[in-house]
């Protein structure tokens, strides 16, 4: 690997690739018994089929102990890759994200934010819980989106109007967001926007699957919340990248398709053109030197 061969002009670079290494020194590293190995002494003891993992993850009621509870937190998270994995349109994306969040979390109000070319945030999505008044507005303290944007933290602001770490925003005192959680899209590499949602002073309720209001003590959101939502905005973060990577691949091979049309054009076009320069050369050739034999060639 790294070895290169010229030819000409050319020069050629062997590569095995980056993981060639890697896999020798796996397959060094195991050993692989056959099915009439005398060393074999293995034995089932007890099976499931594959497809019960995920049954388990979509319905964690079933589960009983220590696996349920568990697998509460695990099954949405489960649910948000299963249900952004595979959408290839943006706007499909975004609405399919904050209905997982209003499921997370029973939040009243959801709002995703993306950067454009200069960073700054632009409202992208927005989903109110049930019908909501064409002429309301979801207001959002700008002053929370930067502190989340420039600290690549989640934030509860609780009370919103008395919390002294975002200042006196005139977003949050004057529309009385009583609590928001406020969290970092965060890609591979990038932070790409902000995940928000409220629950509005005039209810500061949260509502089960059914419908049904969950009791008042479980009301308000919760570290656990915010854990969860940190972790839904990084999921939303990779799926809008591969959503975005696979539109930038599809171009590509729009472009490549295009290029490589033209290129097989322009080759045979420019066989013809150059055989009938050829001929044309012949042709007044032939006719300078009022040869017919040459102008037949020619023609």
């Not at 005192?173 to 970092?184: L, N």
Request: aromatic share 4%; glycine share 10%.
């Amino acid at each position: 690997s790294g070895d290169r061969v010229q030819l000409g002009q050319t020069v050629m670079l062997f590569s095995e690739g980056p993981g060639a290494s890697a896999d020798r020194e796996a397959a060094s590293r195991v050993n692989m018994l056959g099915p009439s190995s005398p060393d074999d002494r293995s034995a089932i003891l007890r099976s499931i089929p594959a497809g019960e993992g995920s049954r388990v993850l979509q319905a964690p009621d079933v589960a009983a102990g220590w696996l349920k509870d568990r697998l509460l937190n695990l099954s949405v998270m489960y649910r948000a890759t299963q249900a952004i994995s595979h959408v290839l349109d943006t706007d499909t994306l975004l609405g399919q994200i904050l209905e997982l969040v209003f499921e997370s979390i029973g939040a009243d109000r959801g709002a995703i934010l993306l950067k454009d070319e200069s960073g700054r945030p632009v409202p992208k999505a927005v989903l109110w819980r049930g019908p909501a008044d064409p002429d309301e507005k979801l207001t959002i303290s700008r002053t929370i989106v930067d502190h989340v944007l420039n600290q690549g933290h989640g934030v509860i602001t609780s009370d919103a109007p008395g919390d002294k770490r975002f200042g006196p925003a005139r977003s949050i005192v004057d529309y009385g967001i009583r609590e928001a959680i406020c969290v970092p899209i965060q890609g591979r590499h990038v932070t790409l926007g902000v995940l928000y949602a409220d629950i509005q002073a005039a209810s500061a309720l949260m509502f089960n699957k059914d419908g049904t209001v969950v009791e008042p003590s479980r009301g308000r959101f919760s570290q656990d919340h915010l854990m969860l939502m940190v972790a839904i905005g990084h999921q939303a973060g990779l799926a809008i990248e591969n959503t975005e990577f696979y539109k930038a691949k599809l171009q590509a091979e729009r472009l490549a398709a295009v290029g490589q049309t033209i290129a097989t054009l322009s080759h045979h076009i420019k066989n013809i053109l150059q055989g009938i320069k050829g001929g044309s050369y012949l042709i007044d050739m032939g006719l300078k030197e009022k040869d017919d034999a040459i102008v037949r060639r020619g023609w």
